[in-house]
Nanobody, 121 residues
Framework: QVQLVESGGGLVQPGGSLRLSCSASGRGFYIYDMDWYRQAPGKQRDLVAGITAGGSTNYADSVKGRFTISRDNTKKTVYLQMNSLRPEDTAVYYC???????????????WGQGTQVTVSS
Protein backbone atom coordinates (compact mmCIF):
# COMPACT_ATOMS: atom_id res chain seq x y z
CA GLN A 1 0.00 0.00 0.00
CA VAL A 2 1.33 3.43 -0.94
CA GLN A 3 1.45 6.14 1.71
CA LEU A 4 2.64 9.75 1.67
CA VAL A 5 4.15 11.14 4.87
CA GLU A 6 4.87 14.84 5.31
CA SER A 7 7.17 16.59 7.73
CA GLY A 8 8.72 19.99 8.35
CA GLY A 9 5.82 22.22 9.35
CA GLY A 10 5.84 24.48 12.36
CA LEU A 11 5.70 28.02 13.69
CA VAL A 12 7.90 30.66 12.07
CA GLN A 13 8.13 34.43 12.20
CA PRO A 14 7.31 36.57 9.16
CA GLY A 15 10.28 36.64 6.82
CA GLY A 16 11.46 33.26 8.02
CA SER A 17 11.92 29.97 6.18
CA LEU A 18 10.70 26.40 6.42
CA ARG A 19 11.34 23.28 4.37
CA LEU A 20 8.60 20.71 3.95
CA SER A 21 9.26 17.12 2.91
CA CYS A 22 6.93 14.41 1.65
CA SER A 23 8.07 10.83 1.16
CA ALA A 24 6.22 7.99 -0.52
CA SER A 25 6.47 4.55 1.06
CA GLY A 26 5.44 1.14 -0.16
CA ARG A 27 6.61 -1.15 -2.94
CA GLY A 28 6.13 -1.41 -6.65
CA PHE A 29 4.90 1.95 -7.79
CA TYR A 30 5.83 4.79 -10.13
CA ILE A 31 5.31 8.45 -9.30
CA TYR A 32 4.31 10.93 -11.96
CA ASP A 33 3.55 14.52 -10.87
CA MET A 34 4.03 15.58 -7.25
CA ASP A 35 2.32 18.67 -5.88
CA TRP A 36 1.93 20.75 -2.76
CA TYR A 37 -1.47 22.18 -1.85
CA ARG A 38 -2.53 24.30 1.11
CA GLN A 39 -5.77 24.98 2.89
CA ALA A 40 -6.35 27.88 5.26
CA PRO A 41 -9.27 27.81 7.73
CA GLY A 42 -12.55 28.44 5.95
CA LYS A 43 -10.96 28.39 2.51
CA GLN A 44 -10.64 25.87 -0.29
CA ARG A 45 -7.56 23.75 -0.88
CA ASP A 46 -5.37 25.44 -3.47
CA LEU A 47 -2.37 24.31 -5.51
CA VAL A 48 0.86 25.90 -4.32
CA ALA A 49 3.46 24.23 -6.55
CA GLY A 50 3.89 21.18 -8.73
CA ILE A 51 6.73 19.21 -10.28
CA THR A 52 6.70 16.56 -12.99
CA ALA A 53 8.76 13.37 -12.98
CA GLY A 54 11.14 15.10 -15.36
CA GLY A 55 11.56 18.13 -13.11
CA SER A 56 9.36 20.76 -14.76
CA THR A 57 7.80 23.05 -12.16
CA ASN A 58 4.87 25.40 -11.79
CA TYR A 59 3.87 27.77 -9.00
CA ALA A 60 0.91 29.75 -7.78
CA ASP A 61 1.43 33.45 -8.43
CA SER A 62 1.30 34.17 -4.70
CA VAL A 63 4.45 32.11 -4.00
CA LYS A 64 6.56 32.71 -7.11
CA GLY A 65 10.04 33.86 -6.20
CA ARG A 66 9.62 32.76 -2.57
CA PHE A 67 8.92 29.01 -2.71
CA THR A 68 10.88 26.31 -4.52
CA ILE A 69 9.65 22.79 -5.20
CA SER A 70 12.11 19.98 -5.88
CA ARG A 71 12.14 16.19 -5.82
CA ASP A 72 14.53 13.30 -5.36
CA ASN A 73 13.22 10.40 -7.41
CA THR A 74 15.63 7.92 -5.81
CA LYS A 75 14.22 8.80 -2.39
CA LYS A 76 10.64 9.12 -3.68
CA THR A 77 10.51 12.48 -1.92
CA VAL A 78 9.28 15.94 -2.82
CA TYR A 79 10.37 19.10 -1.02
CA LEU A 80 8.99 22.60 -0.66
CA GLN A 81 11.49 25.26 0.38
CA MET A 82 9.55 28.25 1.66
CA ASN A 83 11.37 31.56 2.11
CA SER A 84 10.20 35.08 3.00
CA LEU A 85 7.15 33.61 4.68
CA ARG A 86 4.14 35.83 5.27
CA PRO A 87 1.19 35.50 7.68
CA GLU A 88 -1.04 34.77 4.69
CA ASP A 89 1.01 31.61 4.03
CA THR A 90 -0.46 30.13 7.21
CA ALA A 91 -2.32 26.94 6.31
CA VAL A 92 -2.23 23.17 6.42
CA TYR A 93 0.05 22.02 3.62
CA TYR A 94 -0.75 18.76 1.83
CA CYS A 95 1.38 16.64 -0.45
CA UNK A 96 -0.27 15.07 -3.49
CA UNK A 97 1.17 12.51 -5.88
CA UNK A 98 -0.08 10.89 -9.08
CA UNK A 99 0.95 7.25 -8.64
CA UNK A 100 0.76 4.09 -10.71
CA UNK A 101 0.73 0.90 -8.65
CA UNK A 102 2.48 -1.66 -10.79
CA UNK A 103 0.90 -4.92 -9.64
CA UNK A 104 -2.61 -3.62 -10.29
CA UNK A 105 -1.75 -1.08 -13.01
CA UNK A 106 -4.10 1.33 -11.25
CA UNK A 107 -3.23 5.01 -11.31
CA UNK A 108 -4.64 7.40 -8.73
CA UNK A 109 -4.02 10.54 -6.67
CA UNK A 110 -2.62 9.98 -3.20
CA TRP A 111 -2.64 12.54 -0.38
CA GLY A 112 -0.53 13.05 2.70
CA GLN A 113 -2.02 13.74 6.11
CA GLY A 114 -1.10 17.44 6.07
CA THR A 115 1.35 19.52 8.05
CA GLN A 116 0.54 22.82 9.76
CA VAL A 117 2.52 25.92 8.83
CA THR A 118 1.92 28.99 10.97
CA VAL A 119 3.56 32.33 10.20
CA SER A 120 3.19 34.71 13.11
CA SER A 121 5.20 37.06 15.28
Amino acid sequence: QVQLVESGGGLVQPGGSLRLSCSASGRGFYIYDMDWYRQAPGKQRDLVAGITAGGSTNYADSVKGRFTISRDNTKKTVYLQMNSLRPEDTAVYYCNADILVLNTMRRADYWGQGTQVTVSS
